[in-house]
């Protein structure tokens, strides 16, 4: 191997532990659990509602079914389930480490509600309140845009301590 190719190889693999150093941590709440012991593949099975109208409540997860994510543990309601997260759980764990989207897009952690969902290009997006959905439906390309170039600079900050307003969750289940 050239020297060159040596150099690129050890900066790829610095810049890549360092963005893993510096990732910020899953929000978990009370319950111990990542989305507040709801199955986060299950969402990507439910049908989903047009923007404006609520969505079906989250499927809470079972504690015999769990996998180890960003610091975390999550919750499933099958084995099915949990098989799918662990073969790529980047593609189901909710977006800004679980926190609200249009929180981030304001330029902070809240929590996210698991209950107060959306999915967009195949990724799943978590808002805190039903007055914040309704805000985030507002202009969704434009919040996800400012969320996106917030993110960069919250994503290293300590993980939201905030319970989820209006919100308890009894999952997982056993």
């Not at 929000?27 to 012991?37: C, I, L, P, R």
């Not at 107060?116 to 805000?135: A, E, M, P, Q, S």
Request: glycine fraction near 8%; include cysteine.
């Amino acid at each position: 191997m050239t020297r060159f190719a040596l150099t690129i190889a050890a900066a790829a693999t610095a810049i890549t532990l360092a963005s893993q150093a510096w990732a910020g941590a899953q929000y978990v709440d009370e319950t111990g659990f990542a989305a507040s012991g709801y199955d986060v593949v299950a969402y990507f099975d439910l049908a989903q509602n047009p923007v404006g109208q609520s969505q079906p409540s989250g499927i809470e997860g079972s504690k015999q079914f769990t996998a180890e994510h960003n610091g975390a543990t999550f919750a499933f309601s099958s084995q099915e389930n949990l098989a799918r997260f662990t073969a790529n759980p980047d593609a189901f764990a909710p977006q800004y480490d679980g926190h609200c989207a249009y929180g981030v897009s304001k330029g902070g952690k809240v929590p996210g509600n698991p209950n107060l969902w959306r999915i967009i290009d195949d990724k799943l997006y978590l808002n805190i309140t039903k007055n914040v959905v309704g805000f985030w439906e507002e202009d969704i390309p434009a919040n996800l845009d400012l969320a996106e170039g917030n993110w960069a600079s919250i994503e290293p900050k300590a993980a939201s301590t905030s319970t989820i307003p209006q919100f308890s969750s009894a999952a997982p289940v056993n």
